[in-house]
Structure formats: C-alpha cells, structure tokens
C-alpha cells in the first residue's frame, strides 16, 4: 500500500473536535503524525483489498490513500461528520461509505472485511476487549487488522504537553501491553508488528508508537 505523504493532507479540511489533521502539516511533528502511520501500512505490503474498514477515519487521510487499494472503502467514526469527508473522497473518484458509530458496536456483518485498519483509536476506550472482539467479528476468516496505538511513556507525555494536550493520561485510557496480552483472547493473533522510535529510545526505552499486524486464530 501507498504511504501517506504531506501533499496529501495539505488541504484536507478538520471534520470534528477531535479531529488531529492540523498535526500532521506540521514541519517535525507532522512527519510523526505521519510515519506513525506509515509504518504501520509498511505491514501490509503490497496488497489489494476487496472490502476494507478504517476505525477512526477523522478527516479522511488515510480513506483517501486505502481507497487506491481497495474496491469497496469503508469508515466509522463517533466524532467525524462523514457529509464533512465525503466530498473530499468523490473528489478523488472514490466512492465512499462511512458512517458514524461506535467500534463496541459495530453495525457490520460478520466476516464483512478482508481489511480493518485502526489507528490511534484503541488507546481511548477503556472496553478494548470488546472493541479487539468487534473488529475480529467482522473480519474474514483470511483477514488482516492493522492496529496501531501510542506508547505510554516519558516522551510521550513530554510530546502530549509540547504540543497542547494536559498529558498522555487525559487522553489514553488503556496501554500497548493491555492490547497486546488481549489480543488471544480476541480470537486474533500477531503475525507482524514494528515500532516507531526516538534515536535515542534504545538505551532510555523512549517507543513512541507500535503497529501490529494481526489475523484470526484458527
């Protein structure tokens, strides 16, 4: 899959309060937003989708590049206005169906994607059992979940601060080891994952963001 580039969210317009679109324009903390999650697509290789879901599609970013790699494009958000989205994807010659609503309660069918991508969606609900468990359900037996999420740490908390938040725990209500020790039993299991990392983390533990590339158990 494509990666996403700062041409591409250069005039993307924000679609809700929550919405962190401004970040990723910016000159260093943009290419953050940014290779957080490119590094996670890096996961999927080279591949085409049939049907694939985005959790958290805010102002449309990532819709935008999937859309180049899938037929069928669709997107829940509790926050974002999809009449706010929608112009943005017909423009591109997309066709899109989002939607609000609640990951604990997706109105999906089962094995309805070959593709779910998450990112920076997970660490905001406290039930992220429920939340691993809906986006399983709705996978394919054969089907990928890209599943991306912050780490919790003195770096993040700086970077929270610098950038306008109260902190990391205003924000973060659950961890990369919670996610990671539930993951089983979600009926998933992690086939690949990478990180995102200060050059200076390796002697300070300062991991700033993990990916993890995630199937169905059998």
């Known amino acids: 899959m494509q990666e996403l580039t700062k041409a591409l969210v250069r005039n993307i317009p924000k679609s809700g309060p929550t919405d962190p679109i401004e970040f990723y324009r910016r000159p260093l903390i943009g290419w953050l937003f940014r290779e957080r999650i490119n590094r996670g697509l890096r996961l999927l290789g080279p591949h085409r989708f049939d049907r694939a879901l985005e959790v958290g599609y805010g102002a ?3 819709q ?3 859309a180049r790699d899938v037929e069928e494009i669709h997107g829940i958000d509790l926050d974002a206005d999809p009449a706010l989205v929608e112009p943005l994807l017909r423009e591109g010659g997309y066709q899109p169906h989002l939607r609000r609503g609640n990951v604990l309660e997706l109105p999906y069918d089962d094995g309805h994607f070959d593709l779910v991508v998450c990112i920076s969606v997970i660490e905001h609900i406290r039930d992220y059992r429920r939340a691993l468990e809906e986006m399983a359900r709705v996978l394919t037996d054969s089907g990928q979940l890209l599943l991306g999420m912050p780490s919790v740490n003195m770096a993040m908390e ?3 601060r610098a950038i306008g938040f109260k902190g990391i725990d205003d924000h973060h209500v659950s961890t990369p080891a919670q ?4 993951v089983n039993e979600a009926g998933l299991r ?3 994952m990478n990180h995102l ?3 200076i983390s390796r002697p300070f533990g300062l991991r700033l963001y993990n990916n993890w590339l995630l ?3 059998p």
């Not at 996610?179 to 539930?182: F, H, K, L, R």
């Open 190 to 192: 992690i086939e690949r």
């Open 64 to 66: 935008l590049l999937m």
């Open 158 to 160: 700086i970077g929270f």
């Open 215 to 217: 199937t169905k158990a």
């Open 60 to 62: 449309g970013a990532l």
């Open 197 to 199: 990392d200060l050059p």
């Open 179 to 182: 996610i990671s020790s539930a």
